[in-house]
């Protein structure tokens, strides 16, 4: 067996609680919920209170349908033209720009609408509020009614602290006021990414906040207190088998790791096929309480330089609660969301730890 994505669902549960804003937060379930698995993530966040989601992928939006019942808002982040199964399972949908306005509005009738904001991320939605005017005076002219029931944007900058958040943020203000000025009303308005809702609570005005990385327990940003973001996940792996090293030997691909003293290597279980970024390598690893370097990382191995302390028995962490996902965002091995979006689902084990 090869390596482990171990889960602690009441951490996770507790994490949830602690980070939502109550009755006001959509939980982002993306990517397999952040590949914390979308099944699990969704039941355990309505544990936690959370009745919203939001998800790129239909197929999800639908499987959360399944599980969640009527009570729960659903809603897809990026256009669709599945607008059977939206109607079918009631699903809220995006609408991206003018073209797709254009091209969809009879089959938008009926359906719950979220207008999308592009803002300075500029990945998907309305440039500006001209238009908004253009679908608006369309409307009125092809006698199209659309139901605008959501308001959004995405931040790109919100982590960031060298002011462009700011200008972000306000041309988004601007954009929901002008929004307004022209008789739309929408119900649901939502922004706020992690890093923006630490940085600034909800927004006046706004419903929603419309959260990720933080309510899986990593922090959006450095600067915060590990106390206040749980991580509910370890990532572990078995050792093979121990190389002895002498000075001057070479090991992995393209002589990856070098000995520069007569060493002992443990090759564990575990490599960048399995999700663990090639970043990773010379950062530690954790065993038996310890820190281990690692030497080099292949597709479906790992070389950690050890000591005789290190038995064959141990297993070899490279997440756990003093190995934060979050620490790793800050040493520039890869954004929390691409470390956890990295992990391979099918080649490493799952496990639940389930309070009992
Ligand atoms: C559209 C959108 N909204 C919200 C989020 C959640 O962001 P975070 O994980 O930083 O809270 C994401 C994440 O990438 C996103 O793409």
């Known amino acids: 067996m090869g390596g482990i994505f171990q889960i602690d669902e009441a951490q996770f549960i507790k994490q949830a609680k602690q980070f939502q804003l109550p009755g006001q937060t959509i939980a982002v379930v993306k990517n397999n919920a952040y590949n914390y698995g979308l099944e699990f993530a969704v039941k355990a966040f309505a544990i936690s209170g959370i009745r919203a989601f939001a998800t790129t992928s239909v197929d999800d939006a639908v499987k959360i349908r399944q599980m969640c019942g009527d009570s729960a808002d659903i809603m897809l982040m990026n256009p669709t033209t599945d607008f059977k199964r ?24 009926g359906l719950n609408i979220h207008l999308e904001y592009a803002g300075l991320f ?68 939502h922004a706020q990414n992690s890093a923006s809702y630490v940085r600034d609570g909800l927004f006046n005005g706004h419903s929603h906040v419309r959260l990720g990385i933080g309510l899986y327990g990593s922090k959006p940003y450095a600067d915060l207190d590990d106390r206040d973001f749980i991580q509910p996940a370890v990532l572990s792996a078995p050792i093979i088998q121990f190389r002895s090293l002498t000075a001057g030997m070479t090991l ?31 950062f530690e690893c954790e065993i038996g309480g310890r820190t281990y370097p690692i030497a080099a990382l292949m597709m479906s191995h790992m070389a950690v330089l050890v000591d005789d302390e290190v038995t064959a028995d ?13 620490k790793y965002t800050e040493l520039g091995v890869g954004a929390n969301s691409e470390q956890l979006g990295a992990l391979n689902y099918q080649s490493l084990g799952r496990e639940i730890i389930y309070d009992v």
């Open 252 to 282: 992995g691909y393209g002589a990856a790791f070098k000995a520069d003293s007569d060493c002992k290597v443990a090759i564990v279980d575990i490599g960048y096929g399995d999700g663990v970024l090639r970043a990773r390598a010379g």
């Open 122 to 189: 500029n990945r998907s939605g309305l440039a500006d509020i001209t238009e908004l005017k253009y679908i608006l005076e369309d409307m009125k002219q092809s006698g199209i009614e659309l139901n605008f029931k959501g308001l959004w944007t995405h931040f790109g900058y919100s982590d960031e602290f060298d002011g462009i958040y700011e200008t972000e943020r306000a041309n988004w203000l601007q954009f929901v006021k002008d929004v307004k000025t022209l008789g739309v009303e929408p119900s649901v308005i």
């Open 86 to 109: 939206a109607r079918m399972f009631n699903l809220d949908i995006t609408l991206p720009s003018p073209g797709y306005y254009d091209t969809y509005k009879e089959e938008l009738q």
């Open 314 to 326: 141990m297993d070899v962490y490279l997440y756990n609660s003093r190995l934060r996902i979050d």
